[in-house]
């Protein structure tokens, strides 16, 4: 069993809400790893961090990421940091996967203040520019199509990634 797409990008690129859209309109399976983390822990995710770090809860991650990619034949989001991990990237070859990107004025106005991603807490804007210059060739090496998110709404992308996919 292998996922029909698997979304990677930033945080706030839209992973999750397009992923969801996506998968409703394809009549198929949503997974989103960080959803399975908080399951795994019994805890959402900023009290993962508070509690065992960001080490735990990249290890966490790296197990969430093999165990979907083995067990959905739908969607599945990934979480922003999840390509930092070689392992789980070597585990993404093979696979249909699309980079949504974005840029950072999209990104940072999406993330705003919402709550849940403690990387981004303090100093978001910063932080945001940070994670995206670092990540960037991991997202671009681990992509097989990339997405325009920029000015763009969840329908339109949904639709882009639609026409990608066999039918
Ligand atoms: N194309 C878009 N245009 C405007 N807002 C968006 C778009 N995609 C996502 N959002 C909003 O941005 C925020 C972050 O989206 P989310 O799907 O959680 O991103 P990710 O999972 O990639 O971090 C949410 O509030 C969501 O509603
Ligand atoms: O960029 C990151 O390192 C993270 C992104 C988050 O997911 P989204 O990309 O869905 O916000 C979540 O996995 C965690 O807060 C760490
Ligand atoms: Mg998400």
């Known amino acids: 069993m292998a996922p029909v797409v698997v979304l990677v990008g930033a945080p706030g690129c839209g992973k999750t809400t397009v992923g969801q859209a996506l998968a409703t309109a394809l009549g198929v399976e949503f997974?989103?790893?960080?959803?399975?983390?908080?399951?795994?822990?019994?805890?959402?995710?900023?009290e993962i961090f508070i509690d065992e770090g960001e080490a735990h809860f990249r290890t966490l991650e790296r197990a969430a990421v093999a165990?979907?990619?083995?067990?959905?034949?739908?969607?599945?989001?990934?979480?922003?940091g999840a390509v930092?991990?070689?392992?789980?990237?070597a585990a993404l070859v093979g696979?249909?996967?699309?980079?949504?990107?974005?840029?950072?004025?999209?990104?940072?106005?999406?993330?705003?203040?919402?709550?849940?991603?403690?990387l981004l807490a303090i100093n978001p804007r910063a932080?945001?520019?940070?994670?995206?210059?670092?990540?960037?060739?991991?997202?671009?090496?681990v992509a097989t199509a990339t997405v325009?998110?920029?000015?763009?709404?969840?329908?339109e992308i949904v639709a882009e990634i639609a026409a990608l996919l066999p039918r």
């Open 31 to 46: 997974r989103d790893t960080d959803t399975d983390i908080e399951q795994m822990a019994g805890k959402p995710i900023p």
């Open 67 to 80: 165990a979907a990619l083995a067990a959905t034949s739908g969607v599945l989001a990934l979480g922003g």
């Open 84 to 89: 930092l991990a070689e392992e789980t990237r």
């Open 95 to 118: 696979h249909r996967v699309v980079h949504l990107s974005v840029e950072l004025p999209d990104a940072v106005r999406r993330v705003g203040l919402g709550a849940g991603r403690p």
């Open 127 to 141: 932080t945001l520019k940070h994670l995206m210059d670092q990540r960037r060739p991991l997202y671009t090496e």
């Open 148 to 155: 325009a998110t920029d000015g763009r709404s969840p329908t």
